[in-house]
């Protein structure tokens, strides 16, 4: 009455490996479906003293410090080391320091302030440098997208 089916050796053989491997690679296409693509948005924000600046299509950022003698004669500081700026010191009872970074056209004036001795002068260009090194950090980052500078 019922007749039963005695599968053959040969075709059980075959049969599992293809199931496995066809599994696997349907499996493969859905994690391909479902993983997510990530857009980052390219908008950098600095926000400096209530003034946001906007670096999504800056090409170029410099950091310039210049100085200013007792009379008009400025001075550029950028790699001044320093005997130099121990020098202009001595020429000048005071030296107007000014540090800036420029956003292609764009300056941001990040510290402007009298230098009487090389300590002032030191502590300023920290703080500089420090900002500069946070500011080269957000460009590098793909997630971050603004910075604060204090």
Do not use: H
């Amino acid at each position: 009455m019922f007749k039963t089916i005695n599968p053959s050796i040969k075709q059980g053989r075959f049969s599992r490996p293809l199931f496995l491997v066809l599994s696997f690679l349907s499996i493969m296409l859905l994690a391909g479906c479902i993983s997510s693509s990530r857009v980052y948005n390219n908008d950098k924000n600095v926000v400096y003293r209530g003034t946001m600046y906007n670096l999504a299509n800056v090409k170029q950022i410099d950091a310039v410090i210049t100085g200013t003698l007792d009379g008009d004669k400025e001075v550029n500081l950028t790699n001044a080391d320093r005997k130099e700026v121990e020098a202009y010191l001595d020429q000048a009872s005071s030296l107007s320091v000014q540090m800036a970074f420029e956003f292609d056209e764009r300056e941001m004036v990040y510290r402007a302030s009298e230098v009487k001795k090389w300590s002032e002068y030191s502590k300023m260009k920290k703080s500089f440098d420090s900002a500069s090194n946070k500011i080269n950090k957000l460009m590098a980052d793909k997630k971050k997208i603004q910075l604060k500078l204090k």
